[in-house]
């Protein structure tokens, strides 16, 4: 009975994450092209590539997520970085603020969607 108290508090702290602003994005051909064009410009320009990763860099198209499968767990990557390596956190850093980062998110999946 010991462990009931903790799945309760499990169970309420997941019914805070809200919404998953993805959902809003996902048959929208423009935030897609806005996702795929922030990727190109600001993620594959410096350090990831559209296909087949090279070196360090973990691969974004081959069905393995390193940093969690949700889509709130890549927000959080994108947004905070991954602390002792090169990936810096972008909240804050894109034009469009947080709704950039959902649409990378969207153009990510629309591209690793037979994962």
């Known amino acids: 009975m010991k ?4 799945v309760v508090a499990l169970l ?3 019914g805070c994450a809200g919404p998953d602003p993805t959902n809003e994005y996902l048959e ?3 935030a897609l092209a806005r996702g795929e064009a922030v990727f190109v ?3 594959s320009g410096y350090c990831h590539v ?3 990763a090279v ?3 973990p691969d974004l198209f081959d069905c393995v997520w390193v940093h969690g499968t949700s889509n709130q767990d890549i927000y ?3 947004s905070n970085g991954v602390p002792g390596s090169r990936m810096i956190g972008f909240a804050g850093r894109l034009p ?3 709704e950039d980062i959902w649409k990378i998110i969207v153009y990510l999946k629309s591209e690793a969607s037979g994962c």
């Open 12 to 14: 309420t702290l997941q």
């Open 55 to 57: 070196g360090d860099v």
């Open 76 to 78: 959080n990557t994108i």
């Open 28 to 30: 929208d051909p423009e």
């Open 3 to 6: 462990f009931l108290p903790s």
């Open 50 to 52: 559209v296909g087949t």
């Open 96 to 98: 469009d603020g947080d």
């Open 41 to 43: 410009g600001t993620c």
